[in-house]
């Protein structure tokens, strides 16, 4: 008898350790494609799964978002000048069982059509575009990668560009261009003004000529305004209508002219 326990402890032994290896936890973060004997299962949710070795594979498949940087990629723009320039890709498998079946590597290829997709929507559009609207060329980056990559089970749902390099030389003629913008229209608001100043000041003075009082009153409310400063200097506007009479009274009245001689008979 005691013969036959070492043989059955082995048995044991080597059926705890099977049943130990065959034994396969799958997170809920996770799905699990499995083959048996190379033919596809159905997906093994997550939980505790018995696998037989030898006979069944399994595969695990992530469900998390991806977050994917495309590294730089050199661009021609449309108007000719050259650019550097990344961008990050977000997405996650919906689909294990395609992600599996339909492609060998589905983040290695959702990468690289990322960046082939970079440079052919990039190279159609130009510079000021990708500066100033990269929304548009994110809806259609996004756009044009889910197309090929929903097939494989994946959803990409962020197409976002980063940075944009582009030369030193470029950069000091944009900045160029930007001050000569600012100062074109810090000159046509001078302009607007003094026009708006020229119309109001033409409005008042045709005011003022309907009452000569009120004329007066505006050159004592100057003089007030003057000594309030502490001036040295005072300088006092007349009207011409007030100096010209007195004026003509001070000068000298004309010479007579000579009388003509009489004619000669």
């Known amino acids: 008898m005691p013969g036959f326990i070492a043989p059955v402890l082995a048995v044991l032994v080597i059926v705890a350790a099977v049943i130990a290896t065959s034994l396969r936890v799958i997170p809920q973060y996770e799905r699990g494609v499995v083959f048996r004997l190379g033919k596809l299962r159905p997906l093994y949710q997550p939980g505790l799964h018995l696998l037989v ?9 992530d469900l998390r978002v991806v977050t994917l940087t495309i590294p730089p990629q050199e661009v021609i723009t449309k108007d000719n000048v050259p650019a550097r320039v990344n961008a990050v890709v977000l997405f996650n498998v919906v689909d294990p069982e395609a992600a599996v079946m339909q492609v060998e590597n589905y983040a290695v290829a959702t ?17 000021d575009t990708l500066l100033a609207h990269r929304d ?12 090929q990559t929903k097939p494989w089970g994946v959803d990409v749902s962020v197409v976002e560009i980063k940075d944009v390099e582009i030369p030193e030389q470029m950069q000091r003629a944009m900045a160029r261009e930007a001050e000569a913008e600012r100062e074109r229209r810090a000159k046509v608001i001078n302009a607007r003004g003094e026009l708006q100043a020229s119309g109001e000041l033409k409005q008042a003075a045709d005011v003022l000529s309907q009452s ?14 003057l000594g309030a400063d502490q001036n040295s200097t005072v300088v006092f506007p007349l009207p011409m209508d007030i100096v010209g009479p007195l004026l003509n009274r001070l000068a000298p009245p004309p010479a007579n002219p000579p009388a003509n001689p009489p004619a000669s008979s």
Do not use: C
């Not at 070795?53 to 498949?61: A, K, M, S």
């Open 136 to 147: 548009d060329l994110n809806r259609d980056l996004r756009e044009i990668i889910e197309l």
């Open 53 to 61: 070795p030898g006979v069944f594979r399994l595969q695990r498949v």
């Open 212 to 225: 000569p009082a009120s004329l007066q009153l505006r050159y004592l409310q100057t003089l007030l305004e």
């Open 111 to 127: 990468s690289q059509i990322a960046q082939t997709t970079l440079r052919s929507v990039l190279g159609r559009a130009d510079l």
